[in-house]
C-alpha cells in the first residue's frame, strides 16, 4: 500500500456506483500489483469517512459476522513515509517490536484476557520518531525520541504488559482525538482481528496508518495467531487502504488493495470480493450518517477475547446435553445459549473481581431464577449459590443435588435479606428488578448485584413513564440506574451478547459511602420508595429515629414489608384452556405471530383522526402461524385442551380470529359477534387493565385513552367491580 499515487491511467474518476476494479502497478508497496474500487458517498466532509473507519477499527464485528470484536494494541506517531524503502523499514520495524517479540497465548486469556509479551523492547527507527506524552486533557504535546518504551507506545491491551497482575475495565477504543497529530506525522494503530471460532480461524495483528493530510488509512496484516499461540504466516493477507476524495459533484470513497504474496482466497481472513463489495458499501453509507456510534458497546467490562473462549468452552461443555434433555415447552437453543453467554460474562466479572479484591469464589442467590440454568451453570464452575423461584420448573430435577434451588414467593422485606451471599442476581426477574439493589444494599455492606431487566415493573406497580426521545426500554433502565445511585452503588452498564431483544446489564460492586453511614442511606432508600409506590405508603411500625440498622433487621421476629402493594407472581394452576400455559410460553408465541402480522404483503395502514398512521397489518391463515412454531410447542398446547387457535383466542384484545385467519384486532371498527354476555361486562372491566396496544404496537393504541376500555398507563387503571 502506498502513498504515492497511481498511474494516471487508473485516476479516471468513477461514476456514482462502485468502478468494475482493474489490476494496476503499485509504485511503492513491494512492487506488487494494485487493485482499485470506489463508491460514493454522501458524507459532506472528511469527518464522516474518519467516523466511518472507527466503526471498523472498533468494532469489526458488526461487518464481518466471522469476528467477536477487535483489541487495541498500540497506537503512536510516526514520521511520514514517502518512498517504498521507507515502507519497508517501518513495516520491519513495526513486525520486530510487534510480531518477534510477542507471543499470544490462548491459555492466559481467560485468567486476564492479556498477551504476554516481553518487557524492555526496543521499538527504534532510523528516522527520528515522535512519542505522545498527554500533559492534560486539553493539551497534547510530541517530543522527539529513539526508542519506544511500553509506558510510551502501548495502549492496548488495556495497558498492560506481562508482569502486570491488574485487569482494566475494557479494551480501549480509538477515539477521534487519537487521529490529532503534526502534519509531518502519521498516526499508527496496531490492533488484533478476534475470531469468534478460533478452531476454524485465526487472530490477524494489523499495522494501521493513517494520514490526515490524504485522510487516508492503510492497513497492514503483519501476524497471525493461532490458539495455541503458534505465529503463522500473513501470505495470503491483504494490504488495503481506504481514502476520502472530495469533489464539487460527488464526494467518494477510494479502495486500494495490494496482492497477497500467496494468493489462495481460501486462507486469507478478507477476500477481493468482500472488501470491495461489502466492506467499501458498508464505509460509504456509515460516512454519510447523520449520527454514527463510533465505540463499542457491548462487553466493554470485560475482555472480549477471554469471554469469547470461555463462552465457546462453557457452549461445548454444557449446550449440547442440555438441548438434547430439554424438558421445557420453550425453546432449548434460546435460553440455553442465553443463559451461558450471562454465565460466562458474570464468571469473567467475577475472575476480575477476584484479581483486584484477592477474594475467595464469590457465592451468590438468584432471586427469581426462573428455570435455573443460570445457577446451574455457575455452581457447576465452582460458585456456591442459591437459586429462588415462586415456580418450580420440570427442568430443576435434571440439575442435581448440587444445584439448590428452593420453591418459595419473595416478598421485600427484612425476610429477604442474604448477608452469607456475595451477589446478589436478577436475572429478568421482572417485579423483583427495582428492589435487587435494595436487598442487596441491605442485605450486607460488602453485597454486590447484578440485573438484567426485562419486564418494565416499578416498586410495586408496572412501569408506565416515558421520556422524549427516548425508548420505554432506555427510560426505564435510566429510573433502575436511578435506584442504584440512591442504594449508595457506583452504576455500571454493560451490554451483552445474547439472544434477546433486552441486553443491557446493570451491576453495582463498590459502594459510595463509608460503612459508618448505613443508616443514612437507608434512612434515603426508605423515603426513594416511598415517594414511588403508588399509594406512598411503607409499612415501618419504628419511627425514623430508632429505625434498626439493616444489619439488626434479620433480627427482627415480626420483620415488615417495605411496600403493602407488592405483589409477587402466582404460580401456574392448571385449568385446561390453555390457561395453564406459562406465560413465558404465551408471550412468545404472541410476539411471534403480532411479528408476523405486521410483515405480512399487503399490509393495511389506517389513516386516524388525530393525523397518525397506525400499522395493521395483513390477515395470516393459521397454517403458516403453526409453522412459525416448533413441533413440542403446538403438541403441547393440544394437550392444554384446546390449541393454538383457542390460545389466540384467549388474547382476544389483540387478535381477531376468523375463517382460519388472524389478525390484529382493529379497535377503530365495532367487534363483530361479540356476545350480549361480553357486551354487559365492559361497564365492569372498564380501564381494569392496561391498553396492549399502548404499550407495544409500533404506533400505539389506534383510538384516544377516552375511547378505549383499556387503561393508557397506571393512573387511568381502577378496580374490577364484580356485581
Known sequence: MCRNDINKTDQTKPSTKMTTPEWSHCPQCLQCPLRQASESTSAKSESGFVAAILVWLNKPHVVNRRLIGSRLIATFSYPRITTREETRKF?????????????????????????????????????????????????????????????????GLNGHCSNDDNVEDHYTDVQMEDLITSPEDLVIFVRDLLPRNLDLHQILREVITYDQQRQEFHFYPIARFNKEGACLSVDNDMPYSFMFLASDSSNRIELKICKAIKDDPSLASMTYFWLEKRLLCKVARWSGAETLRTDTLSLRTVPVEAYNQLYNQLKAKYGPKLIEEWPERTDPKKFVYEDIAIATFLLLLWEKERQETKCEKQTFVDL???????????????????????????????????????????????????????????????????????????????????????????????????????????????????????????????????????????????????QSEESDIDKRITEFIENQCSKNKL???????????????????????????????????????????????????????????????????????????????????????????????????????????????????????????????????????RRKVKQKNTARSYKTSLCWFHQNHPDGCPVSREECNFAHGEEELREKTHH
Not at 481467560?110 to 527520528?128: L, P, Y
Open 91 to 155: 513495516l520491519d520495524t513495526v513486525k520486530n517490536r510487534f510480531v518477534h517479540s510477542t507471543r499470544w497465548t490462548g491459555e492466559s486469556s481467560i485468567q486476564r484476557g492479556i498477551e504476554k509479551r516481553q518487557d524492555n523492547v526496543d521499538f527504534t527507527s532510523e528516522e527520528a520518531v515522535r512519542s505522545e506524552h498527554h500533559t492534560n486533557e486539553n493539551n497534547v504535546t510530541r517530543e522527539k525520541s529513539k526508542h519506544f518504551t511500553e509506558k510510551d507506545v502501548t495502549r
Open 368 to 514: 427469581g431464577c426462573g428455570n435455573g440454568l443460570l445457577v446451574h451453570l455457575l455452581t457447576s464452575e465452582g460458585h456456591s449459590g442459591l437459586g429462588i423461584d415462586i415456580q418450580k420448573r420440570k427442568i430443576w430435577d435434571m440439575y442435581g443435588d448440587a444445584t439448590r434451588l428452593e420453591l418459595r414467593a419473595l416478598t421485600p422485606s427484612a425476610d429477604s435479606l442474604f448477608p452469607e451471599y456475595d451477589w446478589i442476581i436478577g436475572n429478568h426477574s421482572d417485579e423483583l428488578t427495582p428492589w435487587i439493589p435494595v436487598i442487596a444494599a441491605r442485605s450486607s455492606y460488602n453485597t454486590r448485584f447484578f440485573v438484567l431487566p426485562c419486564c418494565l415493573y416499578n416498586f410495586d406497580s408496572k412501569y408506565n413513564e416515558k421520556t422524549t426521545g427516548l425508548t420505554s426500554y432506555r427510560t426505564y433502565l435510566n429510573y433502575v440506574k436511578r435506584i442504584i445511585t440512591v442504594c449508595g452503588f457506583q452504576v455500571e452498564e454493560d451490554v451483552l451478547r445474547i439472544p434477546s431483544t433486552k441486553q443491557i446489564c446493570l451491576y453495582g460492586k463498590a459502594r459510595t459511602y463509608s
Open 539 to 673: 409499612l415501618h411500625n419504628k419511627s425514623e429515629d430508632s429505625k434498626p440498622m439493616p444489619a439488626d433487621l434479620m433480627n427482627m421476629k415480626d420483620a415488615n414489608t417495605w411496600s403493602d402493594n407488592f405483589k409477587p407472581r402466582l404460580a401456574q394452576k392448571t385449568s385446561g384452556m390453555c390457561k395453564s400455559v406459562p406465560w413465558d410460553v404465551k408471550i412468545d408465541v404472541v410476539n411471534v405471530v403480532v411479528e408476523k402480522i405486521l410483515a405480512a404483503d399487503h399490509s393495511k395502514f389506517i389513516n386516524l383522526p388525530d393525523g397518525r398512521v397506525w400499522h395493521k397489518g395483513g390477515e395470516i391463515p393459521l397454517p403458516e402461524v403453526a409453522q412459525l412454531l416448533n413441533q413440542d410447542t403446538l403438541n403441547y398446547l393440544k394437550t392444554e385442551n384446546g390449541g393454538l387457535q383457542t390460545l389466540l383466542r384467549n388474547f382476544s384484545h389483540i387478535f381477531h380470529v376468523i375463517s382460519s385467519t388472524v389478525q390484529l384486532r382493529d379497535y377503530t371498527q365495532p367487534w363483530q359477534q
